[in-house]
């Protein structure tokens, strides 16, 4: 009887030790991250002799622990989206780099040069202008380029981050699993706290699925399907060149026993922080990339195009103002022949390009597809447009390079050009006399005209043709215009030798004569104003010595307003595909402006998302002071009681051993 | 719901952290006086201010372009009206040259100075601008407008038509020049009748302009350019006093012109007064002068060698006195007509100008709705995020002191 007492005392005291070691372990715990509340309960012992087996336990909802993981991946996901996006936000948002208003400036200065054409002081402010808002660019692209690098970095860092995690949560499976899950071996709860802490550290890295495997063991995949943790094994994160663009990082797992085997993992679907990445690069790093590049290269065209219509401050046609640069597609690794492709800006085709990336495909050795591709590398449909060799698609001239060995049906190139062109525009020359204010040719009336007909317009549509091939002169002029008694024009050259009569223009209005006489590949055209009498004759020569000519660069000021930019690859006829240069840049901000908003309004949901998940597994999970203090004093109080049975049994002994004495 | 210890230390210092991330921001856009930090805070309003910032600096530069225009315009007005004054000082030399009762010496003297005033147009057409550029030479800005030919002793236009144009406003180009060929160079010389003969009894031919504007406007519909015997006229007298004008190679005019007229009197045709005298029958040939232009410069030229080198005596000198006074008076309205135009323009660009002005004054203040921060608004939401994180500091104090551990013995 006695000694039931004791034991009965005994166990009491032991249970409440325990009862007071688990809630001591609580307390000291409470700073430790991760740590699960453990609670210890007791059987009572068959028999009625006292407290039997004693179980502590992890207080844990499995269904709210999941919700945190997923919440937390979800937050990382738009943490990191958002971190990258800020940086191109504020950058777009410093109107010192601002491409805008170095667009601005030039116009500004050109309408200065205008007003005074034959300065060459106001001349090389134009060019200067020019030079600054090609820096411009290069340092916006630069520091966009930066991010990418940043990104590919990143990947990196966290790969090695999540390999590390991996690992450890594949070891703690191993030793988890080693205790068994029996009714006798012990729950090796605090590894179990260390997995499931490195399993929300993962989390936090990409979106991640766990299972309980039947032997203690938690299997992680990746929302998408692909394991991360097997049973008794693990693959690795790596991260490694992209395909066909090695600048252009992607992720791979492989197989941590077995090299060889690999696995593509979805990059759309992959979520924390490598999604963040991802996407955000995706989404807002490259087509931001390519809508600068596209508007420098508009820009250039556009100088370019205009300038070549015009006569510069030495009497000859003008050249290029801006070097477009020449770029080169990159080859998918399956490419089966050894063909380059190369394309570079086909003249006056620049309002043609639009703001994608192309995909390059031979059905035959030398006819190729060329389709534009959207933001997330797919091709869009209806962009598709086949050509041969040297052909112009999307504004580019593309051309092919057998040299080192033919193109094989199949081979495939993706072609980025907008994303370097912001670095590689530089400017063609900086001598001021090579901007074209003036126009390279004028018409004149001859002043023994009877009537008052003046010339009003003389257009220039093409100074490729033989009539500006001679430098400095009219090959084939000056051409003289002759009013006939018939009404009609009479188109005579500088051998007075006539090569064309216009129809019979009446009393006007008298435009476009030279196309009216049939002479439509001359490359200008002339109109005049007033009416003409019988006899009267108007000249068009060479504008020799024209310098305070301004007509071409009014034409080149005029370019500020005109709609040379191609907003999409396809799209309909009757829609407005084209914006202005500064409705373009606005396009710009706007677009990382508004993704970067979203993504803010999105971090903030996630984050009171998170709060609320987190606060519920806390209620489960977490310690305490309060409740804890309260248990400490209860199981003080239980352990003097047990303590007392034990005095109580000592004292019935002794009583007993007293009564036998 | 259960409140775990760290559970309640993490919610309090989150919203610690909110509140000062607030009023960080708060502080921000006072600093910088803006509502928009980064684009993402209005994307739409970020681009819409990228676009009116380009409107307004466009309307300034338009602005500055007119003012220069207008400058250009205001030289080329004074040196014109200089030329005009000069022009009335020639007049009135003119008129004292047909005075009859002068002699050969005075006539002389009037003639130099007549050439002293040609010398101060000439300069005057030569102008150049401040930057070495002349003024009426059109394209050709570098060349000498009007230079003297030795060789002829005329005065040659070098220049160009060409007309710069400066831009005001987005779709306004106004020309900032005027062309010598337009203003100096187009002045019609005066019509009249050439190469007059006479056959037969006649003797003495003359054909004058009697009324000249009727003349001319007989000139203008019938010179005929392309074919050169149709500008040559012939009276045929025949006795006793009958004439009939025909063309010279005898198609008659439509319609037909016959009448009488006595032998040494006149007759009046469209504007001439043909006389003869003699004994009809006869013929008197004359031709049109086929039409040209004629500058002040050389009609002034034309007068002074007549007097001066011809020394010619006072009937002859009057064909060129009438001349010289019909050009000189087109070059005269023609150069004031220059002066009304440009007028015109300095009123086009003032006109745009002010208008300009409104627009970028309603653009600033657009602009200043989307971007600037309201001060009142600002130094408000300053205030009350200062507030709020105090509130919420004094709040983890009291919140977090509060445990059970205190009350323990």
Known sequence: MADNLLAIGTSGVLASTGLLNTTGNNISNLNTKGYVRQRTEYESSVLGLGVGRGTTDRLINDFALKQMRRDTSNLAFYEQYLAEASRVDTLFANSANSVGTGLTDLFKQVQTANNDPANNSVRSLVLGSAQTLINKFNTQAKLLTDQQQYINEQLTVYASDANALLSSIANLNKEISGYGLTINSVKPMDLMDKRDEAIRKLAELADIQVLDADNGEKLVFLTSGQSLVLQQGKFNMLSADGNPDPNRKVLKLQLDFNPNVTAEIDINAIGGKFGGLLEFRSQVLEPSLNKLGQLALTVGDSFNTQNKLGMDGNGLIGKNLFNLGSYSAQSFKQNTGSGQVFGTVAPGEGKNIPPNDFLVEFVAPNQFKMSALDATGNVISGSSVTQNSGTVAYGFKIDLDTSVGPFAAGDKFIFKPLSTASDKITLATTRPEDLALASPLKGEYTLTNQGNGRVGDVKITDTTTTQFSTPSQLTGGPYTLRFTAGNQFEVLNGGNVIVGTSAVMGTGPYNNIFASAGLTNYGFDVSLTGIPKAGDTFTISYNTSGFKDNRNGLALAGLQDDELVRKNAVATLAADNSSSFTEAYGEVISFVGQKTAQVRISTESAKSVLAQSQAWNESTSGVNLDEEAANLIRFQQSYAAAAKIISASQTIFDTLLQAAR | ?409
Do not use: C, H
């Not at chain 2, 502080?27 to 970020?46: F, N």
């Open chain 2, 1 to 409: 719901m259960r409140l775990s210890f760290n559970q309640i230390y993490a919610l309090n210092v989150n919203s610690i952290g909110n509140s000062q991330e607030r009023l960080q921001m708060a502080s921000a856009k006072l600093e910088k006086q803006t509502r928009i930090l980064t684009p993402a805070d209005d994307p739409s309003g970020a681009a819409r201010v990228a676009s009116l910032d380009n409107q307004i600096d466009s309307a300034s530069q338009y602005q500055t372009n007119s003012t220069m225009l207008s400058n250009s315009l205001n030289i080329e007005e004074t040196v014109l009206r200089s030329i005009q004054g000069s022009i009335q000082q020639v007049k009135t030399l003119l008129i004292s040259l047909g005075n009859g009762s002068n002699s050969q010496t005075e006539r002389e003297a009037i003639a130099g100075e007549i050439s002293n005033v040609r010398a101060e147009i000439f300069d005057l057409m030569n102008k150049q601008d401040s930057n070495g550029g002349f003024l009426f030479s059109g394209f050709d800005e570098k060349v000498q407008s009007y230079v003297y030919n030795e060789g002829t002793g005329y005065y040659d236009f070098k220049g160009n038509e060409g007309q710069k144009f400066l831009q005001v406003a987005a779709s306004v180009t106004i020309p900032a020049n005027d062309s010598g060929k337009n203003v100096f160079e187009n002045i019609d010389a005066r019509n009249k009748a050439i190469n007059i003969s006479s056959g037969g009894g006649i003797t003495n031919p003359k054909v004058e302009v009697a009324s000249q504007s009727v003349f001319d406007g007989y000139f203008q519909t019938n010179y005929d350019p392309l074919t050169a015997a149709n500008n040559d006229y012939r009276v045929t007298y025949t006795a006793p006093d009958q004439y009939a004008i025909t063309l010279q190679s005898g198609t008659p005019l439509v319609p037909p012109v016959a009448g009488t007229v006595q032998p040494g009197q006149s007759i009046s045709f469209n504007g001439l007064k043909i006389s003869q005298s003699g004994t009809f029958p006869g013929t008197l040939d004359f031709s049109l002068k086929p039409p040209a232009k004629s500058n002040i410069l050389n009609t002034l030229t034309d007068i002074v060698n007549a007097v001066l080198v011809d020394k010619r005596p006072p009937e002859d000198l009057k064909e060129y006195l009438v001349d010289a006074n019909v050009q000189v008076d087109r070059a005269s309205l023609r150069v004031g007509e220059t002066i009304s135009a440009l007028g015109g323009r300095q009123n086009l660009i003032r006109s745009v100008s002010e208008s300009l002005e409104d627009l970028k004054i309603a653009n600033k203040s657009y602009r200043a709705n989307i971007y600037e921060l309201d001060l009142v608004e600002g130094i408000t939401e300053l205030t009350k995020q200062e507030t709020q994180l105090k509130v919420v500091q004094s709040t983890f104090t009291r919140v977090t002191e509060l445990s059970l551990f205190d009350y323990l013995r």
